[in-house]
């Protein structure tokens, strides 16, 4: 069974930065990409940023050149640098494994930017 545990989330400024994380207790973790999406109240759940296996990232256009994915597989952690932030990044991060065909999801963190 795979569980994702994010964290990092909280209030902060516009224009402040954050870290989230992303632990995953699954022996698959370095074969499968990973990827933090991001739920604002009454929208859909839309992608931030994917990671893959290798590393290769590729970023959403509403946060490239704010965001950085990383991954560390001795820790079976993913992590999302958000610099830059702004009110309009308000929203439930949630990571995502997915693997032979099958999806994981963590809770979900909350980001709050005030303006």
């Known amino acids: 069974q795979v569980q994702l545990v994010e964290s990092g989330g909280g209030l902060v400024q516009a224009g402040g930065s954050l870290r989230l994380s992303c632990a995953a207790s699954?022996?698959?973790?370095?074969?499968?990409?990973i990827a933090w999406y991001r739920q604002a109240p009454g929208k859909q759940r839309d992608l931030v940023a994917r990671?893959?296996?290798?590393?290769?990232?590729n970023y959403a256009d509403s946060m490239k050149g704010r965001v950085t994915i990383s991954r560390d597989n001795a820790k079976n952690t993913v992590y999302l640098q958000m610099n830059s932030l702004k009110p309009e990044d308000t929203a439930v991060y949630y990571c995502n494994l997915g693997y032979m065909g099958r999806s994981y999801w963590g809770q979900g963190t909350q980001v709050t930017i005030s303006s």
């Open positions: 990671i893959t296996s290798g590393g290769s990232a």
């Open positions: 699954a022996n698959i973790f370095s074969l499968a990409p």
